[in-house]
């Protein structure tokens, strides 16, 4: 089993639409949790992080964390062309093991016009 | 704020050759990471640098080493160089604050590209 699971996809959703992309993780201890977009040929960048459970928003994106059931979330509202990337789920002990992100192997995530 | 730095961007080697790498973090920030990419493997910890201290390090073998200077900048170097060497060499960096979110919120440099002919 892998650590951290997403969807290989590709995800293809049309302009204007709710991409929904989901991962799973192994390690119970993991603390914090981060959303990166890849650009093909680029490095990642972060969207956002979130260390508690529950819903975090910011602008278009909306992170989701349940703790009890390993899984972390990532809605992409309004979709756009340009939000046509890979989306990388990372996890990290961090207190207990400091900075090792682990990541998943990514969602290719298509936004069609 | 200016972001992470990484130099080279692009690098081609022999079989058997050695290597650096260098990474400038961003200002401030005094944790640096690195991370290699391959298209089989995907986004692997190599190994992580705090305070001139390697204080994580991921499977990978003595061939790759790293070290950090005062000033937070960090160089890895990889020796005796392997055709599956190939990839894109990452480094991040962060404040690795222990107390509140967002503390280890890692972020990244354009990446070396290194190949191995």
């Known amino acids: 089993q892998k650590e951290v699971e997403q969807n290989s996809g590709p995800l293809s959703v049309p302009e204007g639409a709710i991409a929904s992309l989901n991962c799973t993780y192994s390690?119970?201890?993991?603390?914090?949790f981060f959303w990166y977009r890849q650009y093909s040929g680029k490095s990642p960048e972060l969207i956002m992080f979130?260390?508690?459970?529950g819903d975090k928003e910011d602008g278009r994106f909306t992170a989701q964390l349940n703790k009890a059931s390993q899984y972390v979330s990532l809605l992409i509202r309004d979709s756009q062309p340009s939000d046509s990337a890979t989306y990388l789920c990372?996890?990290?002990?961090?207190?207990?093991?400091?900075?090792?992100?682990?990541f998943g192997g990514g969602t290719r995530v298509l936004v069609k016009p | 704020k200016a972001g992470v730095t990484q130099t080279p961007r692009y690098l081609i080697k022999t079989r058997g050759q050695q290597v650096t790498l260098s990474c400038s973090p961003i200002?401030?920030?005094?944790?640096v990471s690195w991370y290699q990419q391959t298209p089989g493997q995907g986004l692997q910890f190599l190994f992580e640098?705090?305070?001139?201290?390697?204080?994580n390090k991921g499977n990978f073998p003595g061939r790759f080493s790293g070290r950090q200077f005062s000033n937070s900048r960090s160089e890895m170097n990889v020796s005796t160089l392997e055709l599956g060497d190939s990839a894109l060499y990452l480094c991040?960096?962060?404040?690795?604050?222990?107390?509140?979110?967002?503390?280890?919120?890692?972020?990244f440099g354009p990446g070396t590209r290194l190949t191995v002919l």
């Open positions: 640098y705090f305070s001139e201290t390697q204080r």
């Open positions: 200002s401030g920030h005094r944790s």
């Open positions: 990372a996890v990290n002990r961090f207190k207990a093991a400091g900075n090792k992100l682990t």
């Open positions: 390690d119970r201890g993991s603390q914090s």
């Open positions: 979130i260390y508690s459970n």
């Open positions: 991040a960096s962060s404040y690795r604050r222990t107390s509140g979110d967002g503390g280890d919120t890692q972020y």
